[in-house]
């Protein structure tokens, strides 16, 4: 605004002085032209000014829908399933337990936000700023482009699932078959998730919730199951195990039937009622030689400190 109308006085300026050298006929033309010219000068700054407040309304209506996103997010739990809540600021904001499913996410900045419980299952989450976001029980499946989304370290988001050190919740979810090789699974919750024939290689499952999880066929080759990680009553036929981390893991009623546990080390894991049938103990010794157990075929393995 300032550089149109200094550009407008200054022609106005330029005008004026030659408007003397004009006859009397040509000075009252001109003076008509002067006075045009501060009209329009007059006119423009109106309709600049307009422009401004305009601005500025639609600013504070942003800011208004973004304070009653969150407001109804955090105060009355409202469903905000498949709304487009794209281009917003929603940083730190309370969104606990709040239903996101197939938001539209895209370039909102959600850094600092509390998304503790929320299922945010299908959401478009692209370029999707989740940076000091707390994912702690949030429900991740089927997400959309989140692979572009700004994430903190140590989450992970790759097959549409988003896990990460907080602990997300994909209990049931079917993540047959996929490479999920040193992604972190920390202390998240997996009732029931189908990991079979995946590969897992390398990851990090430290106080996981697995009970009834199935990783029949996967490729767990180094896989830390770590403090406290729950394998109760999973399936684990024919799972490649060797070097595997079950130091201090419930292993309670788990079938590992076939499962291949070379060196894998179970020092101090909870063994009740595991389902033993042709599985390699650590030592190399097959369980249907032994009794049809390896409980007396663990090895201490020296490459593994207490952990």
């Known amino acids: 605004m300032v550089r149109i109308t200094a550009l407008m006085l200054t022609v106005l300026f330029v005008m004026l002085p030659l408007s003397g050298c004009l006859s009397n006929e040509d000075n009252e033309d001109g003076d008509g032209e002067n006075a045009d010219l501060l009209d329009a000068v ?21 800011r208004d829908y973004e304070r009653d996103v969150a ?10 399933s498949d709304r487009v809540l794209n281009d917003l600021n929603l940083s730190g904001v309370d969104l606990t337990h709040a239903i996101l499913r197939g938001v539209n996410f895209s370039h909102t900045n959600l850094s600092g936000a509390d998304l503790t419980g929320a299922d945010l299952r299908f959401a478009i989450l692209n370029h999707t700023d989740l940076r000091g976001a707390v994912l702690t029980g949030v429900k991740t ?30 209990s049931g979810v079917d993540l047959s078959g996929l490479d999920l090789s040193e992604m972190n699974f920390h202390d998240g919750t997996y009732v029931g998730t189908n ?28 896989a830390y199951f770590t403090y406290g990680g ?11 195990l060797r070097y595997t981390h ?19 080390d179970l020092r ?11 599985t390699i103990c650590p030592d ?24």
């Open 42 to 62: 007059v006119l423009l700054e109106e309709q600049i000014e307009n422009k401004d407040q305009q601005i500025a309304m639609l600013e504070g209506i942003q």
């Open 71 to 80: 407001l109804m997010a955090d105060v009355f739990r409202t469903n905000l």
């Open 141 to 170: 499946e089927g997400l959309v482009e989140c692979e572009t989304s700004l994430l903190s370290s140590g989450t992970f988001c790759r097959y549409g699932i988003l896990v990460s050190s907080y602990g997300v919740d994909l």
């Open 195 to 222: 990991f079979s024939q995946g590969v897992l290689y390398g990851a990090y499952f430290y106080g996981a919730n697995l009970e009834n999880a199935v990783f029949d066929g996967a490729n767990l080759n180094g």
């Open 230 to 240: 729950r394998l109760t009553n999973a399936s684990l036929v024919d799972a490649n």
């Open 246 to 264: 079950f130091y201090k893991a419930d292993l309670t009623g788990a079938n590992l039937t076939g499962a291949d546990l070379t060196d894998a």
């Open 268 to 278: 101090q894991a909870n063994l009740n009622n595991v389902i033993w049938g042709n």
């Open 284 to 307: 190399g010794n097959v369980s249907d030689d032994h009794g049809g157990t390896c409980e007396d075929n663990l090895i201490e393995p020296v490459q593994y400190p207490d952990e």
